[in-house]
């Protein structure tokens, strides 16, 4: 039997947080284990019903999203986070994925396509609804001369080239299965190649990896 993908949710709203829990619960292999209101619950809730995945919503009254996501991650093996929001600007984006979130949904993807999404970020691939991805994506076609862009390929130069090669397909969106055959070697060897590159950059997800990439190539 699977076990279900255990799910926390983080918004202020009491319709959105019932919604969610009731649409979620429904679906198979997704179990909600709660739901609270603020940023500044998520460590206690996280502690308490050990979540494999948090939806966390960005404006919040208390702690923010971003900031929450960014404690999360900060701590010893936490859960992946995707971001549930109707905020969609490119600074809410960049801020969302920089702070460590695996995943970046607007509030109107349907259940179906959010529990698909909590399903392939608890298995280590990211997810963004396609407006965001192609958004992210096109941060690498702005104009060159932004101090980020040099400070992106200064930490990429801690990669040997082969790290380089495999971030440089993990930018593309490709999983692990494509890039092992992209590049003729096993699945296991590129997720060794993966926690060799998050530890080198001092990154906690693939996301971050596609991110600082895109900053180092634009403009090329």
Do not use: W
């Not at 001369?145 to 080239?161: F, M, T």
């Amino acid at each position: 039997m699977t076990v279900p993908v255990r799910v926390l949710i983080v918004d202020d709203d009491a319709l959105v947080r019932a919604g969610l829990a009731m649409m979620l619960g429904e679906l198979d292999g997704i179990e909600v284990v709660g739901a609270v209101a603020d940023g500044s619950e998520v460590l206690g809730a996280v502690n308490q019903h050990r979540p494999d995945v948090v939806l966390m919503d960005i404006r919040m009254a208390g702690l923010d999203g971003i900031s929450a996501t960014e404690q999360l991650r900060a701590r010893r093996e936490p859960p992946e986070v995707i971001i549930l929001t109707t905020f969609d600007t490119d600074r809410h984006i960049r801020l969302a994925l920089r702070a460590g979130a695996s995943g970046f949904l607007l509030k109107h993807t349907p259940p179906e396509k959010i529990a698909h999404a909590v399903r392939q970020v608890a298995a280590g691939e990211p997810m963004m609804s396609p407006g965001v991805f192609r958004r992210v994506m096109s941060f690498a076609a702005e104009p060159a001369g932004d101090p980020r862009q040099e400070q992106a390929r200064a930490v990429l130069a801690r990669l040997s080239p082969g790290e380089r090669e495999v971030a440089r397909l993990v930018a593309e969106g490709r999983t692990n299965q494509d890039i092992a055959g992209e590049l003729a070697m096993s699945t296991a060897t590129v997720k060794a190649y993966m926690s060799r590159i998050l530890t080198k950059l001092e990154l906690t997800n693939r996301v971050q990896v596609a991110l600082l990439v895109s900053e180092a190539d634009k403009g090329c």
